[in-house]
């Protein structure tokens, strides 16, 4: 799948998008064969989101092959997949049904870098009962919106009316994640990361 992507700041090594980026998004499970990301060119991004079908294969979880993506997600359905998902480096964690979700896990995902992600393109009333958890308990710390929409606007209007996130917020927690994107994947390779300031209008 394809879209227009509200990641905001991209840190790249060769190039910025400002506002919105392309990304290509991938999923799968643990449990199946995952290949490494296809070979690119510098104005298109690799993301997977991999389901932790079987918790006995978490430690894949780093291995090259997803390492290897621009953004790793992992998608979570209970405390925890989320608590042992966190051990290890991912750049978002999606949550796909109602978790009563505790400071101290919300504290330990924020320490290690992650980002936790409300898509508004699966909106029920779980998603509204994580939103208002999620918020509350990372104080609107690494908490990232997204949608298939190429229009942000839209994003930041619903944000901001359920969950009292402000544009700054958004777009700065879209910007930590791209950075620390970045340099996880950076580290993988055994490199460094680097990256320009970039001033979202």
């Not at 006995?56 to 092959?65: A, D, V």
């Not at 290890?88 to 896990?105: E, G, T």
């Not at 950075?179 to 990361?193: F, W």
């Amino acid at each position: 799948m394809q879209q227009r992507y509200p990641a905001f700041d991209q840190a790249s090594l060769h190039q910025h998008s400002a506002y919105l980026n392309t990304v290509k998004a991938l999923t799968f499970k643990l449990t199946d064969e995952i290949p490494f990301a296809p070979e690119h060119d510098s104005s298109i991004k690799y993301r997977i989101n991999v389901k932790l079908s079987d918790l006995q294969k978490i430690s894949l979880l780093n291995s090259p092959q997803i390492q290897s993506y621009d953004l790793v997600c992992a998608i979570v359905q209970s405390d925890e997949e989320l608590k042992r998902a966190s051990e290890y480096p991912v750049d978002l964690f999606r949550i796909q049904s109602h978790i009563n979700l505790k400071f101290a896990l919300a504290t330990q995902c924020i320490q290690n870098q992650g980002a936790i992600e409300l898509s508004t393109a699966q909106i029920d009333l779980d998603f509204f009962h994580n939103g208002h958890n999620v918020t509350t308990v990372s104080r609107r710390r690494n908490v990232v919106l997204s949608n298939s929409d190429s229009n942000p606007q839209e994003l930041f209007v619903f944000g901001k009316a359920f969950f009292g996130l402000k544009k700054a917020s958004i777009v700065n927690a879209w910007r930590r994640t791209w950075r620390s994107a970045l340099v996880r994947k950076a580290k993988a390779k055994g490199m460094e990361a680097i990256w320009e300031e970039v001033k979202v209008v």
